[in-house]
Structures are given as structure tokens and as C-alpha cells.
């Protein structure tokens, strides 16, 4: 499932702005030149989430003539999803969209399917309207019937995130979208798990056995039984690590030595360049894992990416862009970097311009 072309009309900085996608593709331009809001204008348009409205107040693109969002023309983004060679989607795409596809006047051999999200204000209900439809070639809203399956056409085209400041104790959370998923996955086979148990617990008591403060302090809680009548003996121990493989798993955490020393260090230790290859390197993980688990495999993930070259060497940003490349799936990509795009085809390449608004003050 490839995304062709974006249309985005009355979004934050962007009036009305049309790109041409490819495999990769990178947004180069001054700052608040549109870059970021184009990739959420991405992410909104396939939000998942039915009956919230993704679009917020500020969203709404305002000029000096506009006093409120409420008066605007309203947000609309198209997406244009197409065949990278003629009926490549006949069999699951065909079959379960048919009604969806279409043939664009420009090229009648590769097929389409046009997806516009949009939201403005409904003075009748006095709220901002939400919708996400299939629009035909003439980009007019398709039958209620087709629209039915949008949701599951949205399941095939996941998308993803990574902003410009990447938080490492988040990412590598075990309650993290990307890293959570992982350790959540980790399955330990039943033959071994009892062995490994036995080995933590053993673990434990010889660490606390090992110091004598510690010894002590089991002793005087032990008397616990005595106070509350509890029956039984070694009741009261201390958990020096987690003695539950689950648990264990769960405070998992990404090591790195960098050849000169010793010892491991906890990714955080590490500078910012080193936090942010990583964080970038896991997506990459995750999307070969996601890519296994699709439900179609016409289904194809779109990375959308900022400033992948923050805190980098010139020399690093170059082989990190060789290696997003390597990423199976479609990227939509920001950066200020020239070593990130030094090796790139130029082609895949879009230059964002501020386009600047003069007013004659009159006299």
C-alpha cells in the first residue's frame, strides 16, 4: 500500500500544499516552513480513532481576515494511495475495496484509492464536524456502502512517529509502544522456565546470605510471623532482584560499551547522538517484527520521521541514512542536514518555501 500524493488545504502553516511521495521521501526548507505539519497532517488523516477529532483549535489555518477557526474554510487532507505496477492490487485489495479503486485521468492502468479527512465547523451543531471518507477520481465522497470498510482499509497502513527530541527513558519504557512491544513478546519455553526460576531464586539468596547487614534485617523482619500470628516458616525474605521471569523481563535494559572500557553503561549514560541512533535502530526492529505480524501482506507501514541527524557527526548521519533506507516500509522524512542527503537521489528530494505575503500600507 503505497502513499502516492498529499494534498493539504487550511492545516497550521499550510494554505494549500500538494506533494508527490516516494519510497523515501525528505522535506528540506527553513524552519516553520510547513515540514512537521505536513508529517501530522499524515498521521491525522490516518488516525485510527473513531469519533474523536484528531484536529484542534490551532490547527485551523487563520489569515488577517479570519477572527476564529470557526470562521474557517476547514481542514482538508487528501491521500492518495496507488499501484506501484498495474494490478498489483487484484486478489485481498481488489476483492475487499474494489468499490474503492480508481482510475486517475492522468494514468488509467494503476489503480487508487483516495482517502480525505477533513474537519470544520458545523454551525448547525455548533461543534466542529469529523469525518475520514473514499472519495472517487473526481474527488467527490463515495457511497455509504464502501465506506464502511474504511477502518479496516486503515488497518493496513499503520504509521508511526519518531519526533526530532526523542525521550530514551520513554522509547525504552516497558510501557513504550516500540520497546513494551518487545519485551511483552519475549517467551520463555516452558522447559526452561522452571530452570531459570530455580536460578534466580538461588541468585537472590546468595546475594543476601553474602552480606551481613542484610542477613540481620531478614532475621528482625521475620518476627513479623510472631506479631500476626502467620503460619509457616521463611516468610519474610528480601527480593534483591525480581525473582519472576515476567518481572525480570520488565525492567530489561539496552547496554552499550563503546570499546573503551570495561563496562556496559545504560543507554541514558550515553550521549544524545548515541540515544537517538538507537531509538531509530529499535522503529527498524519493530517494523521487521510488525511487517511479520500484518494481516495482509498488502498491508505497509509509513515511518514519518524528524531530524533523524540531531546530535550526529556528519559522518554517522550519512551511514544513518543508508540505513533508513533499508527500512521496509515507506518514509516520510524532515531534516536540516546537506550530509544527510549528500548520497541521495535528488528526486526524492522536496524543498518546503515559506511563501512570503507583502501588504502595501497605503499613502
Known amino acids: 500500500m503505497f502513499l502516492k500524493e498529499i494534498k493539504v488545504k487550511n492545516f497550521r502553516s499550510l494554505k494549500d500544499v500538494s506533494v508527490l511521495l516516494d519510497d523515501q521521501t525528505v522535506l528540506i526548507g527553513e524552519n516553520n516552513s510547513g515540514k512537521t505539519a505536513l508529517l501530522d497532517a499524515v498521521r491525522f488523516a490516518l488516525s485510527k480513532t473513531t469519533g474523536r477529532n ?35 492490487w487484484d486478489g485481498y485489495i481488489m476483492d475487499t475495496f474494489g468499490e474503492a479503486i480508481q482510475y486517475m485521468d492522468d494514468d488509467d492502468e494503476k489503480g487508487s484509492i483516495i482517502l480525505r479527512s477533513y474537519s470544520v465547523y458545523n454551525k448547525a451543531t455548533g461543534d466542529f464536524e469529523y469525518r475520514t471518507v473514499f472519495l ?21 497502513i499503520p504509521v508511526f512517529y519518531l519526533q526530532a527530541l526523542r525521550d530514551i527513558k520513554e522509547t525504552f519504557s516497558s510501557k513504550s509502544a516500540l520497546w513494551g512491544r518487545f519485551i511483552k513478546r519475549a517467551s520463555i519455553p516452558a522447559e526452561s522456565l522452571k530452570d531459570i526460576q530455580e536460578q534466580i531464586e538461588s541468585l537472590n539468596k546468595s546475594i543476601i546470605s553474602g552480606d551481613e547487614n542484610l542477613s540481620k534485617l531478614v532475621e528482625a523482619l521475620d518476627r513479623i510471623q510472631k506479631v500476626l500470628n502467620f503460619n509457616g516458616t521463611d ?88 540505513s533508513l533506507r533499508e527500512i521496509p516500509c515507506q518514509k516520510i522524512i524532515t531534516t536540516h542536514s546537506p ?21 502595501s500600507l497605503g499613502g
Not at 63 to 88: H, M, T, W, Y
Not at 136 to 156: D, G, H, M, R, V
Not at 308 to 316: G, I, M, R, S
Not at 344 to 355: A, E, G, H, S
Request: aromatic fraction near 10%; glycine fraction near 2%; charge should be negative.
Open 136 to 156: 472517487n477520481n473526481q474527488y467527490e465522497e463515495l457511497p455509504a456502502k464502501i465506506q464502511n470498510k474504511l477502518y479496516s482499509f486503515l488497518k493496513l
Open 235 to 322: 516468610l519474610v525474605s528480601i527480593n534483591a532482584m525480581p525473582l519472576k521471569s515476567w518481572d525480570l523481563l520488565s525492567r530489561a535494559q539496552v547496554v552499550l560499551n563503546n570499546g573503551d572500557n570495561s563496562f556496559n553503561l545504560p543507554l541514558e549514560r550515553h550521549g544524545q547522538g548515541t540515544q537517538s541512533v538507537t531509538t531509530i535502530l529499535l522503529f527498524r526492529a519493530y517494523i521487521e517484527l510488525l511487517v511479520k505480524e500484518l494481516e495482509s501482506k498488502e498491508a505497509a507501514a509509513i515511518l514519518t520521521l524528524e531530524e533523524p541527524e540531531a546530535h550526529l557527526h556528519p559522518q554517522a548521519v550519512r551511514a544513518l541514512e543508508k
Open 54 to 88: 484528531p484536529y484542534d483549535e490551532y490547527d485551523y489555518y487563520m489569515d488577517q481576515n479570519l477572527s476564529s477557526p470557526k470562521e474557517s474554510d476547514g481542514i482538508s487532507v487528501i491521500l492518495r494511495f496507488e499501484e506501484k505496477k498495474a494490478e498489483e
Open 339 to 359: 550530509y544527510f542527503i549528500q548520497n541521495m537521489d535528488l528526486r526524492n528530494v522536496r524543498f518546503m518555501q515559506k511563501k512570503r505575503v507583502f501588504c
